[in-house]
């Protein structure tokens, strides 16, 4: 009986990933999810007491953002020594990274509309990225005292997952085509340059 509970759950908190992935946040709803899982939705009153408590259970199951670890990889093979030259890896990184996470997108997007037990969950995932994030290229390089490190990190943070969310109802944006390869390779060309140029005070 145990393991068939166990089991009932993992479907459920399946479905919800599915539906979030391909169908977005609008979709997740109590009949739907037990639709999708196969399920009679008294089963998700009984086991997760209804919609907010799933999807806590969910966000507590799930690997939303990426580590520093994650997107630095072997860190001897990448070709940065300044400080700037590892900001403008880390954003060409998780650029990459996040158009491989579309449940993560669909959940940024549901932020913006509200805030629910996902959405807090991520933002805390985030938050604690953030801070890694400026721990690691701290390690790696001083922070000039007329450099607001933190604030720059934020604005191209900020720009790289708007551009990534607004392509799915758009896939142009000031003439770049988002729906190639091309496309993305041209922001991550000019999150290079304005790293270099903000914090560095060069171009390369």
Do not use: H
């Not at 670890?69 to 880390?90: H, I, Q, R």
């Not at 990534?164 to 142009?172: A, G, I, P, Q, V």
Request: hydrophobic content about 45%.
């Amino acid at each position: 009986m145990v393991r068939d509970k166990e089991e009932t759950k993992a479907r459920i908190l399946a479905a919800v990933g599915r539906l979030l992935a391909e169908s977005g946040f609008k979709s997740l709803g109590v009949n739907a999810i037990a639709r999708e899982a196969g399920v009679d939705k008294v089963l998700i009153y009984r086991y997760f007491e209804g919609l907010p408590r799933l999807l806590q259970c969910f966000a507590q199951e799930r690997d939303y953002w990426p580590t520093v670890d994650e997107l630095v990889g072997d860190a001897s093979a990448v070709n940065a020594e300044t400080l700037a030259d590892w900001m403008a890896y880390l954003l060409s990184r998780f650029s990459d990274n996040l158009q491989e996470r579309p449940m993560t997108q669909e959940i940024l997007r549901w932020e913006l509309l509200e805030g629910n037990e996902l959405t807090r969950e991520l933002a805390n995932v985030r938050d604690k990225f953030a801070l890694d994030s400026l721990n690691f290229l701290e390690v790696k390089g001083s922070f000039p005292p007329d450099k607001d490190i933190p604030a720059i990190s934020a604005v191209l943070v900020a720009g790289v997952v708007y551009l990534m969310l607004r392509t799915k109802s758009s896939s142009t944006f000031m003439g770049i085509d988002f729906s190639s390869p091309a496309g993305w390779q041209r922001i991550q060309a000019a999150l290079d340059s304005i790293v270099q140029l903000t914090v560095e005070g060069n171009t390369k």
